[in-house]
Nanobody, 121 residues
Framework: VQLQAFGGGLVQAGGSLRLSCAAS????????MGWFRQAPGKEREYVAS????????YYSDSVKGRFTISRDNAKNTVYLQMNSLKPEDTAVYYC???????????????WGQGTQVTVSS
């Protein structure tokens, strides 16, 4: 599975962005998908994940209530809708695919190249 994330950009605090992650390969629908982020000087952290069917979604406490993860298996795409953005959300955002939707980066086998999100105050 090859993943390509896009949709990042510069936005003011309180604004919204939607990230997309397009996957190649016919097995996309069998994978759980996750979003992670990494800010400068910090470790990569879990943001959200979704099971293969889309029926269950999970979020980190820092984004719960503001971000929504979704997927369209017909389009081989997973999304991350980010609302009420804060300066501390500034990071490179990565999508990942794996057999489980847990919040650990080592549980994911495939990674996209990342897309930069910058939130100005």
């Amino acid at each position: 599975v090859q993943l390509q994330a896009f949709g990042g950009g510069l936005v003011q605090a309180g604004g919204s962005l939607r990230l997309s992650c397009a996957a190649s390969g016919r097995t996309f629908s069998t994978y759980a998908m996750g979003w992670f982020r990494q800010a400068p000087g910090k470790e990569r952290e879990y943001v959200a994940s979704i099971v293969w069917s889309g029926n269950y979604r999970y979020y980190s406490d820092s984004v719960k209530g503001r971000f929504t993860i979704s997927r369209d298996n017909a389009k081989n795409t997973v999304y991350l809708q980010m609302n009420s953005l804060k300066p501390e959300d500034t990071a490179v955002y990565y999508c990942a695919a794996g057999p489980s939707s847990v919040g650990r980066s080592d549980a994911y086998d495939y990674w996209g190249q990342g897309t930069q999100v910058t939130v100005s105050s």
